[in-house]
């Protein structure tokens, strides 16, 4: 008797959505990591994340990108991570926001602000991380330049308990 072998689960892709020129123009650079071709080579529908209804969370979501590739709404389903593409155009904030998922990102391209809990914000470039245990507050911003990342969420992924409290006064 032979055993089946079992394949991931694919979610059909909506259209696929170009990703705006100031990503390109982050991982065509130097110091970009070298997985950028091959992502600008991808067909992927990028689109704000849809982490809350909140208001204020979608206002502030439009300057980003985001493609879950593994995870409860990802391309592969997984309950047991996240795990995904994501970016902030220019000139953006995604202020603090707290969840239940452990998370980190690592940035492949462009540079970002990262504020974590009440210390100020320090800026990640490519190849760097940052770690956000769970419930911790944090944040992050952009200026000139876009940034692209790889995110995982581990741990409870449900956004029952997400928080967004918007843009820190303390910047």
């Known amino acids: 008797m032979r055993s089946k072998v079992l394949r991931p689960t694919l979610k059909p892709q909506s259209c696929p959505t170009p990703l705006p020129q100031s990503f390109i123009n982050v991982m065509e650079r130097a110091d970009a990591n070298p997985i950028c071709k091959l ?6 529908h990028w689109a704000p994340p849809e982490t809350s209804s909140d208001p204020l969370y979608i206002k502030h979501s439009i300057s980003k990108v985001h493609v879950e590739l593994l995870g409860p709404n990802g391309l592969v389903k997984s309950d047991r991570v996240r795990l995904g593409l994501y970016g902030m155009k220019p000139d953006s904030e995604y202020g ?10 690592i940035m492949l391209a462009g540079d970002v602000d990262w504020k974590r809990r009440d210390a ?7 190849g760097e991380r ?21 995110y995982a969420w581990y741990g ?10 918007g843009i820190p006064s303390n910047k």
């Open 39 to 44: 992502i600008t080579e991808m067909q992927f």
């Open 130 to 150: 940052s770690y956000h245990p769970s419930m911790m507050p944090h944040a992050s911003r952009t200026h000139e330049v876009a940034f692209l990342s790889v």
């Open 120 to 126: 100020p914000y320090a800026i990640h470039l490519p």
């Open 96 to 105: 603090i926001r707290t969840h239940a998922a452990e998370e980190i990102y």
């Open 156 to 165: 409870d992924l449900s956004t029952d308990n997400y928080v967004y409290e």
